[in-house]
């Protein structure tokens, strides 16, 4: 069964830490691996990510993809409040269709 | 604002009512999804459209919904005789088949229902 596991579930952070976020997929007919970040509203889109070992990067978020190993990393320098928010991980698959699926996500909280 | 667009915001309904959505995409994007989200969970892939034509429906998406694309523009999902397991988010997005691998799918603010 195709599945997308982001780790951690959780995760409080104060002003100005590192963070890294985990995703890790088995998905058939991988097309590209997405990073949304959602605040009780719709994903918003941060990185799409299609070959191994190039690493993406805006401002303080970067991310990027082993296809090998099968997974994704996103990380924030420097955090600030702002940034709390959940953040989902998708894959595009199924061939042609190139619908999304999606992990659970990682729940940010970053502190003053 | 060109980015998607989803009307209502929000809906509340009781059980056995039918609810419409509607979903405006990004203007000259091809493909459209809907999606439907739960408390703490990632989306949930519903059905996509490529221009009007229906191309793919989840087995999550019963009989009692149905989705439209009459014009390969806006988009409507219905749900029939609602029942309280259909309280959820649901998502659309647009893309633009072209793009090959880089296809990125943009969402819009989604509708929530909730089904008393």
């Known amino acids: 069964e195709d599945k997308v596991v982001q780790s951690p579930l959780s995760l409080v952070v104060h002003e100005g830490d590192t963070v890294t976020l985990n995703c890790s997929y088995e998905?058939?007919?991988?097309?590209?691996l997405l990073w949304y970040k959602q605040e009780k509203k719709a994903p918003t889109f941060l990185f799409m990510l299609t070959s191994s070992g190039i690493e993406k990067k805006s401002g303080r978020l970067s991310s990027i993809l082993d296809k090998k190993e099968l997974f994704s990393i996103l990380n924030i320098t420097a955090t600030q409040t702002g940034d709390s928010a959940v953040y989902l991980c998708?894959?595009?698959?199924?061939?042609?269709?190139?619908?999304?699926?999606f992990g659970t996500g990682t729940l940010l909280a970053v502190q003053p | 604002d060109t980015g998607v667009s989803q009307d209502p915001r929000h809906k509340i309904t009781k059980r056995g009512q039918n609810v419409t959505f509607r979903c405006d995409p990004i203007s000259e994007h091809n493909r459209l999804y809907w999606y439907r989200q739960t408390l703490g969970q990632g989306p949930e892939f519903l059905t996509y459209f490529q221009n009007e034509a229906q191309l793919e429906k989840s087995r999550l998406l019963s009989d009692r919904f149905s989705a439209e694309r009459p014009k390969g523009s806006f988009s409507t999902l219905e749900i029939q005789r609602t029942e309280q397991g259909d309280s959820a988010m649901y998502l659309c997005a647009s893309s633009y088949l072209g793009q090959g691998a880089r296809e990125t799918q943009y969402f819009g603010p989604g509708t929530r229902l909730l089904v008393l």
């Open positions: 998905v058939t007919n991988f097309r590209s």
């Open positions: 998708a894959v595009g698959y199924g061939g042609a269709t190139n619908k999304l699926i």
